[in-house]
């Protein structure tokens, strides 16, 4: 399997160039110049781990063995994801790794595989990745401790939980958190950034965002997965979306003979993409601050490799794709009527994917929502909000990681000095 960008199809490199360079040369998103096709019917039966390798193997192969797939992907993946069902609805709880959010089923592994590929190489990189919540405290526990391997987060300084920052900030000695006074949407922009910036080459970037193919392809395995238990019973996933790769993971998963019959993307006030199923025009938005806080992204990088995948022909995205808006105030309503009537509790993001199957149901398919996180780590938020207490103890934090991160104004340059001081590097003649 060889990848191109896309912006640029003559482009053609290995899975491992594509992983270490994060994105590419033009600041474009790194893709499969052709997906392979699997038999569905030959997963039913199976386990998680297998497969995990009957999925990812054609994407992998030339640069990771059958074996040591398999290996990566136990060591990487081994919390339960259950299926829980309320009424005619599907819940897939994602959130029962290290850090309570589905970020954690890649992370795991990204982390897992990039620290295997450089285990017999001299070779150090520095992954600098943005966070609206969730991710950084995902990549912060992926990558802790992995040998010649440091980490750069940017997270919005009052963009993320109690929780959620806790994460962020107690981390290990390879991690380097840093708070920008600013948006999620200009954080991402500083790491593209990053990745044409003289000053910082010599740091072997790469990224652990969903903008690395590596990141996202791992997240194709639970949609295969879960297709596989049910019943052949015609499947939409509605995923709340934020930076837009759980949905083209799905999206990706589909493309290679699983068969789903549609994707419902759940938006909060964050919705340029509805604006484009609707008029074919995609205008990036300025962000807005929400309860659900991980989706507050007006400028989804994926959705590029979305457009890329249907050639920009919004008509034939429509036939995989549906989309909403849920707004605060009914995300409050949301978790409230949930949590009365059937004693279960929504955290803010998948609320808005109740909210949104509610709104949208048919009774052609069965809705399968994609829980993003645990309620624990936004107990201040819906006890605030919504007026439900809840134990936000499950949400432990190592004792041995230290308490640090670097707060900055939202100023490109003093973050690019930030991380040369913090990295102890430093190009001559600067």
Same mark, same amino acid.
């Given at each position: 399997?060889?990848?191109?960008?896309?912006?640029?199809?003559?482009?053609?490199?290995? +899975?491992?160039?594509?992983? +270490?360079?994060?994105? !590419?040369?033009?600041?474009?998103?790194?893709?499969?110049?052709?997906?392979?096709?699997?038999?569905?019917?030959?997963?039913?039966?199976?386990?998680?781990?297998?497969?995990?390798?009957?999925?990812?193997?054609?994407?992998?192969?030339?640069?990771?063995?059958?074996?040591?797939?398999?290996?990566?992907?136990?060591?990487?993946?081994?919390?339960?994801?259950?299926?829980?069902?309320? &009424?005619?609805?599907?819940?897939?709880? #994602?959130?029962?790794?290290?850090?309570?959010?589905?970020?954690?089923?890649?992370?795991?592994?990204?982390?897992?595989?990039?620290?295997?590929?450089?285990?017999?190489?001299?070779?150090?990189?520095?992954?600098v990745?943005?966070?609206?919540?969730?991710?950084? !405290?995902?990549?912060?526990?992926?990558?802790?401790d992995?040998?010649?391997?440091?980490?750069?987060?940017?997270?919005?300084?009052?963009?993320?939980?109690?929780?959620q920052?806790?994460?962020?900030?107690?981390?290990?000695?390879?991690?380097?958190?840093?708070e920008?006074?600013?948006? +999620?949407? &200009?954080?991402?922009?500083?790491?593209?950034?990053? +990745?044409r910036?003289?000053?910082l080459?010599?740091?072997?970037?790469?990224?652990?965002?969903?903008?690395?193919?590596?990141?996202?392809?791992?997240?194709?395995?639970?949609?295969?997965?879960?297709?596989?238990?049910?019943?052949?019973?015609?499947?939409?996933?509605?995923?709340?979306?934020?930076?837009?790769?759980?949905?083209?993971?799905?999206?990706?998963?589909?493309?290679?003979?699983?068969?789903?019959?549609?994707?419902?993307?759940?938006?909060?006030?964050?919705?340029?993409?509805?604006?484009?199923?609707?008029?074919?025009?995609?205008?990036?938005?300025?962000?807005?601050?929400?309860?659900?806080?991980?989706?507050?992204?007006?400028?989804?990088?994926?959705?590029?490799?979305?457009?890329?995948?249907y050639?920009?022909?919004?008509?034939?995205?429509?036939?995989?794709?549906?989309?909403?808006?849920?707004?605060d105030?009914e995300?409050?309503?949301?978790?409230?009527?949930?949590?009365t009537?059937?004693?279960?509790?929504?955290?803010?993001?998948?609320?808005?994917?109740?909210?949104?199957?509610?709104?949208?149901?048919?009774?052609?398919?069965?809705?399968?929502?994609?829980?993003?996180?645990?309620?624990?780590?936004?107990a201040?938020?819906?006890?605030?909000?919504?007026?439900?207490?809840?134990?936000?103890?499950?949400?432990? #934090?190592?004792p041995?990681?230290?308490?640090?991160?670097?707060?900055?104004?939202?100023?490109?340059?003093?973050?690019?000095?930030?991380? &040369? &001081?913090? #990295?102890?590097?430093?190009?001559?003649? #600067?």
């Amino acid at each position: 399997m060889k990848y191109k960008t896309t912006s640029n199809p003559s482009v053609s490199i290995s +899975f491992r160039d594509a992983l +270490f360079q994060g994105l !590419g040369k033009d600041s474009s998103l790194i893709v499969p110049r052709s997906f392979p096709r699997i038999d569905a019917q030959n997963l039913k039966g199976t386990t998680l781990f297998d497969i995990g390798v009957s999925v990812l193997l054609p994407f992998l192969e030339d640069d990771v063995h059958r074996d040591r797939l398999r290996e990566l992907l136990c060591r990487s993946l081994y919390f339960p994801m259950p299926l829980k069902k309320i &009424e005619d609805t599907y819940i897939l709880e #994602l959130f029962h790794g290290p850090t309570f959010a589905f970020k954690d089923v890649a992370a795991q592994f990204l982390g897992n595989l990039m620290a295997y590929l450089l285990k017999d190489s001299d070779k150090h990189i520095t992954i600098v990745t943005a966070t609206s919540g969730d991710t950084g !405290g995902a990549v912060a526990s992926g990558f802790a401790d992995k040998k010649n391997i440091r980490v750069v987060i940017l997270y919005p300084k009052n963009g993320v939980s109690k929780v959620q920052r806790e994460q962020l900030t107690h981390v290990a000695e390879n991690i380097y958190p840093i708070e920008v006074d600013g948006t +999620f949407d &200009e954080c991402q922009t500083y790491v593209k950034k990053f +990745f044409r910036d003289e000053r910082l080459s010599r740091l072997n970037l790469t990224s652990a965002n969903s903008i690395n193919i590596g990141r996202l392809l791992p997240q194709m395995v639970y949609y295969a997965y879960i297709w596989s238990l049910l019943n052949n019973e015609r499947i939409r996933f509605v995923v709340p979306s934020g930076n837009m790769g759980n949905i083209t993971a799905g999206l990706y998963a589909k493309r290679i003979g699983i068969p789903i019959d549609s994707f419902h993307i759940a938006c909060n006030a964050n919705d340029p993409v509805i604006q484009y199923l609707e008029t074919g025009e995609y205008q990036p938005k300025k962000s807005i601050q929400t309860m659900s806080s991980a989706m507050d992204i007006g400028n989804p990088s994926n959705f590029e490799r979305i457009l890329h995948l249907y050639n920009n022909d919004r008509q034939a995205l429509k036939t995989a794709v549906s989309a909403s808006s849920t707004n605060d105030e009914e995300t409050v309503k949301t978790i409230q009527k949930v949590y009365t009537k059937h004693n279960y509790l929504l955290d803010p993001h998948t609320a808005v994917a109740w909210c949104a199957s509610q709104k949208t149901k048919s009774k052609d398919v069965v809705d399968i929502i994609i829980a993003t996180a645990s309620p624990a780590k936004f107990a201040e938020e819906i006890y605030v909000r919504c007026g439900i207490r809840s134990d936000d103890m499950p949400v432990i #934090l190592s004792p041995h990681l230290k308490y640090k991160y670097m707060s900055m104004s939202n100023t490109y340059d003093g973050i690019v000095k930030c991380i &040369e &001081e913090s #990295l102890c590097i430093r190009v001559q003649g #600067l």
